[in-house]
């Protein structure tokens, strides 16, 4: 984990020394994974762009769409911030449970290949055997 900043001193949340941190991604926790299969897509996920893979520090695993919120403005403000969705408004509190305090990944692959020397280094049997060409190919 990366240095953690003292929550103590804080009576709001920080968002604008932040920057909007979470304004910017969409998490989704997933199954971790345990079959040939599931390995495999997790690999194709992360072969598309802004797309990365997370375990927290609870060992759950996430797919992370890096991506801004549209009601997020240049000056970090929320334009929404009267109607914004709950998850956003749940989002931080207690005050030190957010991203700005400390990072919530224990593990973070931004590529396939991150992903695949991950697996190999526990051992995991990730790759498919190829299948033999036919005469016809
Ligand atoms: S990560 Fe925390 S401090 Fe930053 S904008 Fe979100 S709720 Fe505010
Ligand atoms: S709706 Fe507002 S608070 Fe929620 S992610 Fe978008 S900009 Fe951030």
């Known amino acids: 984990m990366g240095s953690r900043k003292n929550p103590n001193k804080y ?34 996920y992360l072969l598309h762009e802004n797309i990365y893979i997370f375990i927290d520090h609870d060992n759950c695993w996430h797919i992370e ?11 970090h403000r929320c334009i929404e911030y009267e109607t914004r969705p709950q998850i956003c408004r749940d989002h931080g509190w207690p005050i030190g449970t957010c991203e700005f305090f400390a990072s919530p990944y224990k593990v973070r692959f931004k590529t396939p290949e991150e992903y695949e020397r991950y697996m190999d280094r526990k051992k995991i049997d990730w790759r498919y055997k190829r299948r033999p060409k036919t005469a016809k190919e």
């Open 11 to 44: 009576d709001t949340l920080p968002c604008f020394e932040c920057g909007a941190k979470c304004c910017r991604y969409v998490a989704v926790e997933i199954d971790t994974p345990k079959t040939k299969k599931e390995y495999d897509d997790i690999r194709w």
């Open 65 to 75: 769409f890096r991506t801004r919120c549209r009601s997020l403005a240049d000056d």
